[in-house]
C-alpha cells in the first residue's frame, strides 16, 4: 500500500539552532502538504506544494518538493520554543485519500 | 466563523458497544474526512465524505460507517468496539481538494 516515512522521528534541538524533517512517499504524489500538531492538539495546515522542484518560504519555514514529486523536506531556521510539535506530511492517493506521513516530533530547549 | 466543530470531546464505551461521533464542518466547506490518530502515530484516514456520499475509504472494517447530511455535517459511527479503537478521532472539512481544516477530535477510550 501507500506509505509516507518521514526521519528523523524525533529531534531534539538548542533554542536557535536549525531543524529539518525529510518526507519520503512510495508513490509519486500530485502534491504534498504540511500540517503541525503541536501537543495535545489537533493538525494544523501549514502549506501544499503542488510542481516539482517547487521551494516556497514561510518566514522562518522553507518547504521543497522533490524534482520527481516523490520526496520533501521542512527546514526551520533558527528554532523558537513555539515551533514545538509533530510536523506530519500529506500526500494524496487515488487523489481524495490523504495519507500522512510517520510524522517528526520536534523539541526545543530555551 | 467557528471552525470545524467535534462531539463529543471525550468518551468512554466498553467493548462491543456502538458509538456515534459527530462533526461540523467550517462554513462554507462541503466536504468532510474522518481520521483516526492512534497515541504518537499520524492521521490514519477513515473515509471521506461529499455530495452525502462515501467518495473514498482508507483500510478500516465496515464496522466503521458514516454519514453526511444536507447541511454537510457528519457522524462518525462504530460498532462492536474493540481495546484497538481507542485513538483521537478526527473530522477535517475542505472546499474541494486542497487544505483540510481540522476540528479538535474526539478521544474515544474504549475499555
Known amino acids: 500500500g501507500q506509505q509516507v516515512m518521514q526521519i528523523p522521528q524525533y529531534q531534539h534541538v538548542q533554542e536557535g539552532e536549525d531543524f529539518t524533517t525529510y518526507c519520503n512517499s512510495s508513490t509519486t504524489l500530485s502534491n504534498i502538504q504540511w500540517y503541525k500538531q503541536r501537543p495535545g492538539g489537533h493538525p494544523v495546515f501549514l502549506i501544499q506544494?503542488?510542481?516539482?522542484?517547487e521551494v516556497k518560504k514561510q518566514k522562518r519555514l522553507t518547504f521543497q518538493f522533490g524534482e520527481a514529486k516523490k520526496n520533501s523536506s521542512l527546514h526551520i531556521t533558527a528554532t523558537q520554543t513555539t515551533d514545538v510539535g509533530t510536523y506530519f506530511c500529506a500526500g494524496p492517493y487515488n487523489t481524495d485519500k490523504l495519507i500522512f506521513g510517520t510524522g517528526t516530533r520536534l523539541q526545543v530547549f530555551p | 466563523d467557528a471552525g470545524v466543530t467535534q462531539s463529543p470531546t471525550h468518551l468512554i464505551k466498553t467493548r462491543g458497544q456502538q458509538v456515534t461521533l459527530r462533526c461540523s464542518p467550517k462554513s462554507g466547506h462541503d466536504t468532510v474526512s474522518w481520521y483516526q490518530q492512534a497515541l504518537g502515530q499520524g492521521p490514519q484516514f477513515i473515509f471521506q465524505y461529499y455530495e452525502e456520499e462515501e467518495r473514498q475509504r482508507g483500510n478500516f472494517p465496515d464496522r466503521f460507517s458514516g454519514h453526511q447530511f444536507p447541511n454537510y455535517s457528519s457522524e462518525l459511527n462504530v460498532n462492536a468496539l474493540l481495546l484497538g479503537d481507542s485513538a483521537l478521532y478526527l473530522c477535517?472539512?475542505?472546499?474541494?481538494?486542497?487544505?483540510?481544516?481540522f476540528g479538535p477530535g474526539t478521544r474515544l477510550t474504549v475499555l
Open positions: 506544494l503542488v510542481k516539482s522542484g
Open positions: 477535517a472539512s475542505s472546499r474541494g481538494r486542497v487544505e483540510q481544516f
